[in-house]
T-cell receptor, first 116, second 114 residues
Framework: EADIYQTPRYLVIGTGKKITLECSQTMGHDKMYWYQQDPGMELHLIHYSYGVNSTEKGDLSSESTVSRIRTEHFPLTLESARPSHTSQYLC???????????????FGPGTRLTVL | KNQVEQSPQSLIILEGKNCTLQCNYTVSPFSNLRWYKQDTGRGPVSLTIMTFSENTKSNGRYTATLDADTKQSSLHITASQLSDSASYICVVSDRGSTLGRLYFGRGTQLTVWP
């Protein structure tokens, strides 16, 4: 089983609140990712990081922000939550092996966010 | 446009039966194809991974095939068990970027009944 953790697992919060979803991995992976997944739909990449102090936006536009101060930690923050942010958020990590490499992404258990 | 299409969208089978899930993709340039299993409320877990030169890969009761010419893959599950109930996601990686971007299908929701 992959050593990648997400907290909280479930979060119900009111509109306008600031929230931070935590993601940590103990595998020493350089690359980390955040995906958003709605029920019955595919995963969409919203943020990724090549390493410490590196963050990039993914394919799906998101109002969330991320930071990568430590290799093992990649938190996602929403400054003002809205009902449209209700979704499942999945964190993943992988080794950095360069272009076209057969690396694998290991996923955390996800955070189910509900904004009322 | 890089896409991954899976069929069927959902499938119900009886315990002990076999089933085959399909995946068609248009991702180019192709790097590899993975099948993931995602239990409800959990993150995806990798079952198999195949590169361009591999046309079959097994992992226990799971056997994946790849036809890179027709850009099709299948996942065959043998002697299904109740614990096989999950969403099975086909994921294709391109080799056109240093990120190795992944393209996800919407998954096939498999339900195994006793």
């Amino acid at each position: 089983e992959a050593d990648i953790y997400q907290t909280p697992r479930y979060l119900v919060i009111g509109t306008g609140k600031k929230i931070t979803l935590e993601c940590s991995q103990t595998m020493g992976h350089d690359k980390m990712y955040w995906y958003q997944q709605d029920p019955g739909m595919e995963l969409h990449l919203i943020h990724y990081s090549y390493g410490v102090n590196s963050t990039e936006k993914g394919d799906l536009s998101s109002e969330s922000t991320v930071s990568r101060i430590r290799t093992e930690h990649f938190p996602l923050t929403l400054e003002s939550a809205r009902p449209s942010h209700t979704s499942q958020y999945l964190c993943a990590s992988s080794e950095s092996r360069g272009q076209g490499a057969k690396y694998e992404q290991f996923f955390g258990p996800g955070t189910r966010l509900t904004v009322l | 446009k890089n896409q991954v299409e899976q069929s069927p969208q959902s499938l119900i089978i009886l315990e002990g039966k076999n089933c085959t899930l399909q995946c068609n993709y248009t991702v180019s340039p192709f790097s590899n194809l993975r099948w993931y299993k995602q239990d409800t409320g959990r993150g995806p877990v990798s079952l198999t991974i195949m590169t361009f030169s591999e046309n079959t890969k097994s992992n226990g009761r799971y056997t994946a095939t790849l036809d890179a010419d027709t850009k099709q893959s299948s996942l065959h599950i043998t002697a299904s068990q109740l614990s096989d109930s999950a969403s099975y996601i086909c994921v294709v990686s391109d080799r056109g970027s240093t990120l190795g971007r992944l393209y996800f299908g919407r998954g096939t929701q498999l339900t195994v009944w006793p």
